[in-house]
């Protein structure tokens, strides 16, 4: 595929943005700052499926090229992803200790709803034979991943080093679309204490967990345009399967555990009260992602 006139080979330059725009992305960075944290998502993910991913990717392949025309450009979703991640720290903990299974359900009743119009952009500018058996590798190894890892190996003692990998895992799954971080971080028991210093505003963590993410990204920015350049609906084919296989697998990885009798027992809720209010966050994220959906359409 070869690069369009305003998405060129030596960088990013932006459309013209209105305020319903800007509006508009600010609140998809919120989700997608949120996702950044919610075990069983990635920030890539919810990026892909609010139509962010690509240009992103071209702008951090180039930073420097129109940098401050960028800038100002995507701080609507800069600051909306720093308010999801500030803002979800401060009720994860307790939110999800307790409720784990609904909220992942409700995000991911928000990724399924988007499926269609993903495979829509998946194949804008046309399939390639191989596309269909990329996808359902992907799809099925990202579920085996999350089985595989769905026991914790180890506990890691947090360090300014361990931050460091901890922001690199998590820069990883901006760039893998599919990849969730949170999921690594739980299995090496880093995800209360991350959550816990981005509520407090722990500099010593902090710090580290930026550098590390922003390392990642950087790193690996300009091999990732290069493929949506060269490889375009293998690229999304790829990540189409992720973010199927992630959906899957969420559930024995993240809800099922989240719902052994033990838990159920502590929230007061019965078996069938549980299935119907994982329906319930289910349904409701649906119809939230159809109703961006709609807005989305409205705006463009």
Avoid at 41 to 63: C, E, W
Wanted: overall charge positive; glycine content about 12%; charged content about 10%.
């Amino acid at each position: 595929m070869e690069p369009c006139a305003s998405q060129p080979e030596k960088g990013y330059i932006p459309p013209e943005q209105s305020w319903k725009d800007r509006i508009l992305w600010y609140f998809k960075g919120l989700l997608i700052g949120i996702g950044a944290i919610l075990p069983g998502l990635s920030g890539g993910v919810l990026a892909v499926i609010f139509k962010l991913y690509d240009p992103i990717m071209r702008f951090l392949a180039r930073p420097f090229f129109h940098f401050g025309r960028n800038l100002l450009y995507f701080l609507p979703a800069i600051l909306g992803g720093g308010s999801g991640i500030l803002l979800f720290a401060f009720v994860v903990s307790a939110a999800l200790g307790s409720y784990e299974a609904f909220f992942t359900c409700l995000f991911i009743g928000l990724v399924v709803g988007t499926l269609p119009s993903l495979f829509t952009e998946a194949g804008k500018d046309g399939r390639k034979k191989s596309d269909l058996p990329l996808m359902l590798c992907s799809t099925f190894l990202i579920i085996a991943l999350m089985l595989l890892g769905g026991q914790k190996f180890t506990q890691i003692s947090p360090s300014f080093p361990v931050w460091l990998m901890a922001g690199a895992i998590i820069g990883l799954g901006f760039i893998v679309p599919g990849l969730s971080p949170s999921n690594f971080l739980i299995y090496f028991g880093l995800y209360k204490p991350m959550s816990d210093a981005i509520k407090n505003l722990d500099i010593t963590a902090v710090l580290p967990l930026v550098l590390g993410a922003a390392a990642s990204i950087l790193l690996l920015a300009r091999g990732v345009n290069h493929l949506l350049d060269r490889h375009y609906s293998s690229l999304y084919a790829l990540i189409l399967g992720l973010v199927i296989g992630t959906s899957i697998g969420i559930f024995p990885a993240v809800v099922f555990p989240g719902l052994q009798p033990s838990k159920l027992e502590a929230m007061g809720l019965s078996p069938a009260a549980a299935a119907l209010l994982c329906l319930l966050f289910l349904g409701l994220g649906l119809l939230a992602s159809r109703l961006f959906s709609l807005l989305e359409k409205r705006v463009d």
